[in-house]
């Protein structure tokens, strides 16, 4: 299997600076540790596959400036991390695989995977699964019960030649974002796959649903 590089888009989990929708049904508090546990949760599940050097692990963080997310990064374990900066989703996602195009280059990493850090439920066949669909396929795509997705891999192909195809035309946060995405590539010959679909926490009811 191809090494890829994960690319983990976490959010600081400082008292209502995280979770806000949630935070209105149990509080500013309780929204800010579930964040916590969820993104220690994502980087221990992605520490698995680093472990036997199927991935690398850059966490993009948002919500801190560069030396507290140094200090951050570090407590989890992480050596890479960028700020995420500024601009919708795309972009952002966008900017990350700029920056680490020559880390990707130096050490023949050829797929970019991204995850966020809303899934109790991730675990290390997700990554795994990706990493080996990504040998016949250019697009991996985790559908959310939201309309988006949960995770989004990328080929060498894509990264390359067509970085764009990903992130254009797309309304961020809206129920289309998985369709729109697809809508993409539709006229190209990239092939794409499905993963099974999760639910991304965002609110009291996605909890519940789990209960």
Excluded at 46 to 75: F, H, M, P, V, Y
Excluded at 177 to 189: E, G, K, M, S, W
Aim: hydrophobic share 35%; charged share 25%; net charge positive.
């Amino acid at each position: 299997l191809d090494k890829a590089l994960l690319i983990i888009m976490a959010k600081w989990h400082g008292f209502g600076r995280c979770k806000t929708r949630l935070s209105r049904d149990i509080g500013k508090r309780n929204s800010a540790k579930i964040q916590s546990v969820m993104t220690s949760h994502t980087i221990s599940v992605a520490k698995t596959l680093q472990k036997i050097k199927l991935i690398d692990i850059s966490i993009a963080i948002s919500g801190l400036g560069k030396k507290n997310c140094r200090r951050w990064s570090q407590e989890l374990g992480i050596k890479k991390f960028n700020l995420q900066g500024q601009g919708c989703l795309g972009e952002r996602m966008k900017r990350q695989i700029i920056i680490n195009k020559k880390f990707c280059n130096q050490n023949k990493i050829k797929n970019i995977i991204f995850v966020g850090t809303d899934l109790p439920d991730l675990c290390h066949l997700d990554l795994l699964n990706t990493i080996r669909e990504l040998k016949q396929n250019d697009l991996i795509l985790g559908p959310s019960n939201d309309g988006g997705y949960w995770l989004i891999g990328l080929s060498e192909e894509i990264i390359s030649r067509h970085l764009h195809l990903p992130f254009i035309n797309i309304r961020w946060s809206k129920e289309n974002v998985l369709q729109n995405t697809v809508d993409n590539f539709a006229y190209t010959q990239y092939k794409y796959k499905f993963l099974d679909e999760k639910t991304d926490i965002d609110k009291i009811i996605d909890i519940e649903n789990r209960m």
